[in-house]
């Protein structure tokens, strides 16, 4: 067979020629533009200037919603948490009782009775007319996720005798936060964005956001130490700005094999190892400005999710709300910074233990939450997570360092930086939690009753399982295996 003959003829055959080409070509472009806009930090609600921080505070919500922005500038400062029965505490009791009664659509009538109101029921408002807006819909979650907390952690425990039952969460509560929080993709209940992301105001309205120029509106306890809490948090966020720019600009590289990108990729990498230093020295700044025996007394009990007591404590309800029972109900954490998974994925740290690395895992490795870090990235806003979704898929640093001499040890460096930091980390955790809950809260305004000290020795002091984190995991188990994950990302043994 003649198989030129099956050839078109020569101008036919270089017009089919040209028109694949053109096609192949075309499509190349497309994929680049379309890379390239996938890549635009604006789409993630990012901003160049001030990361993960939008970069104006949130606007109020619209009259219609203003019944939940007074409620929270209510709360602040009036309310205190149901298991403190100092004198001050008893003091704020009666206001609590009628803060959560405003709340309540379906409270008894005897909270009515017994202090005397007839008090307007709350509906359980929609969000819909706020989706449109994602600054108006960020902030319906804060004030919702703030007011869930101030009213669960404001309850009275129950008589002694009985059996402490799940927490019931008002639908006038629980059905917008749900709502809103489908629609941001984030979990219903107080996270770390809520916290320190979206809960500031500048100092000089003039000015824009930096280190310098924000003030936190919303505590729980009204202690400068909760406020410097928030602080050191937002600095770390904030430093952390420069490695998104980092991250950023490895991506986008033409090529990551010439002389001049190794050569740029190099500089990075050791730029990253002092941005990672900043954020530890920042961390561990922390010890001067708020107190330990504050924060695990009068602040850290605000932040607790429904299984902050472990598989075993009593749960919160969600009412009116489909399929509640499956919420991520668990309280905020350092875990959800979305800047520190960016980094860890960028740098390629094995927390799910799926990658064969030495050293080996320790037997208390093996036994670790090893979905933390997933699990975290539900508390995160949506366009965060999949920004970081995003990241998971893009070029390995750690598999062109192992392939490039000139940058392994920069590499490591920054690897090392970053173990250092969470080996402070353990440190700060040990002596703000783990010793802490060895401890009585005897500064709050004077001596606890006896029946105060029975309930906190039963169920925090005498052993209730392991010391948790607001989230209710092993805490000391969780924060050595991510230590460890860390160290087992180096190169060099």
């Given at each position: 067979m003649d198989v030129f003959n099956l050839l078109p003829s020569p101008p036919l055959f270089f017009s089919h020629f040209f028109r694949l080409a053109f096609s192949v070509f075309h499509s190349k472009v497309q994929i680049r533009k379309l890379l390239n806009q996938r890549r635009s930090p604006n789409a993630y609600d990012i901003s160049p200037h001030t990361g993960f921080f939008p970069p104006e505070p949130l606007p109020n919500l619209p009259s219609a919603f203003g019944i939940w922005e007074q409620a929270l500038r209510d709360a602040n400062g009036n309310l205190s948490l149901g298991e403190d029965e100092s004198d001050e505490a008893l003091e704020k009791r009666p206001y609590g009782y009628t803060w959560r009664a405003k709340i309540d659509a379906v409270r008894e009538a005897s909270l009515e009775i017994l202090f005397c109101l007839t008090l307007p029921k709350w509906p359980a408002l929609s969000t819909e007319s706020l989706h449109s807006d994602l600054r108006l819909s960020q902030r319906a979650h804060f004030v919702l996720a703030w007011l869930v907390s101030f009213y669960v952690h404001s309850m009275p425990p129950g008589p002694e005798d009985?059996?402490?039952g799940p927490v019931r969460v008002p639908r006038s509560l629980a059905v917008p936060l749900t709502q809103v929080s489908r629609h941001l993709g984030l979990a219903p209940v107080l996270t770390f964005a809520d916290t320190v992301l979206w809960n500031w105001e500048p100092i000089r309205?003039?000015?824009p956001l930096s280190p310098e120029n924000i003030r936190f509106v919303n505590t729980f306890s009204g202690t400068d130490d909760e406020k410097n809490f928030y602080q050191a948090s937002a600095q770390a966020e904030l430093r952390g700005v420069e490695i998104l720019r980092i991250i950023d600009d490895f991506n986008n590289l033409p090529s990551a094999s010439d002389l001049t990108s190794i050569s740029k990729i190099s500089r990075d990498l050791t730029r990253l190892t002092g941005v990672i230093?900043?954020?530890n020295e920042i961390i561990t700044s922390v010890r001067s400005t708020c107190d330990p025996h504050v924060f695990y007394w009068d602040i850290r009990p605000w932040f607790e999710g429904c299984d902050a007591k472990g598989p075993d404590g009593p749960g919160w309800i969600y009412e009116g709300v489909d399929d509640a029972e499956n919420l991520d109900l668990s309280g905020p954490s350092a875990g959800q910074s979305s800047v520190m998974h960016a980094l860890d994925i960028f740098l390629d740290i094995d927390h799910k233990l799926e990658q064969r690395r030495y050293p080996a895992p320790s037997s208390e490795?093996?036994?670790a939450d090893h979905g933390f870090m997933e699990r975290m990235r539900r508390y995160m806003p949506?366009?965060?997570?999949?920004?970081?979704?995003?990241?998971?898929?893009s070029r390995s640093i750690r598999e062109l360092a192992q392939a490039t001499p000139a940058l392994r040890d920069p590499y490591d460096n920054a690897v090392m930086a970053l173990k250092s930091l969470r080996d402070h980390h353990i440190r700060i955790a040990c002596l703000y939690i783990v010793t802490m809950s060895r401890s009585i809260p005897g500064s709050r305004g004077g001596?606890?009753?006896?029946?105060?000290?029975?309930?906190?020795?039963?169920n925090r002091v005498a052993g209730n399982?392991?010391?948790?984190g607001t989230g209710g995991n092993e805490l000391s188990v969780l924060l050595k295996a991510g230590r460890d994950a860390t160290l087992r990302a180096r190169l060099k043994k």
């Open positions: 009985e059996k402490s309205p003039d000015m230093q900043d954020i490795n093996k036994r949506g366009k965060h997570r999949d920004y970081l979704d995003l990241l998971s898929v001596c606890p009753v006896s029946a105060m000290l029975d309930r906190l020795q039963a399982g392991p010391v948790r």
